[in-house]
């Protein structure tokens, strides 16, 4: 321990010190040190005293001292060692318990020593950190299938309802989106090979992928509307509509079809057949999921 090092320690001791106010006892030191800043804590010298055995008794001891904020990466690399740090991610010899069901990974334990061993781990406490690691991947639990199906099964009765009959050309016209427009790869189906886009790749916290999700559904239907309505229907590799309208497209069509003075209304009229088949569809199409 260096000489300041043990001014500050007795400092630090006489900070404390609870002996008597006089200050007599000063005037038996020597003038150059008598107004010395480490004596000015000390209310008498039986204080000072103590603290300088207290001090005394620190020097040559295995002490280590913690680098400042001015410190180097040298200064923290040195304190690291000595507080206990392997030289080498081969002094850390750890046990990785991982939970059941989780697959063991050699490539994420070599990470977890390189990284134990940069921000200065001891082994000790590189095993506690992996133990609690796996410990908190073992209270988040696997999946609950039957729950993400019941998910994905109601997503599909809302946009049913929602869309209508322009449900399945709506849908046709999303899976393409995403397939055009975002990164795919080929998954094995029960129908065979198919492309798969990323969004079935990405998985919210629930369980469903992003793709899943319907306000993502939503928005690749409306994109593939765009497309089709702004650029051609063409423009979609795939794409084969049915015709179907979402209800509310259909109440628009049909109050097209009944507006006053059209041949709806007129038995007569040639086209008054026409008109009334066109009707039903469209009233068909507006019920739909209602």
Known sequence: MSEEQVAEVVADEAAVAQSGTSEDWRSQLPEEIRDHKSLAHFTDIGAMA??????????????????GKHATD???AEFYQKAGRPDSVDGYELENEVPEGVEASEGMLDWFKETALEIGLRPEQAQRLLNKYNNFIGTQGGVDEAQVEQLVASTATELQKEMGAAYKDKMGAAKQVTLQFGATEMVQTDKGPEPQSFVNNLFLEDGRSVGDHPDMIRMMVNIGQYINDKIGEDSLVGVKTTGGLTPEDAKAKLAEIRAPNTPYWDQRHPEHQYYVQEGLKYQEMANVGS
């Open 50 to 67: 103590k603290s300088l055995v207290s001090a005394q008794s620190m020097i040559g001891a295995d002490k280590v001292v913690i680098p």
């Open 74 to 76: 040298d200064d923290w």
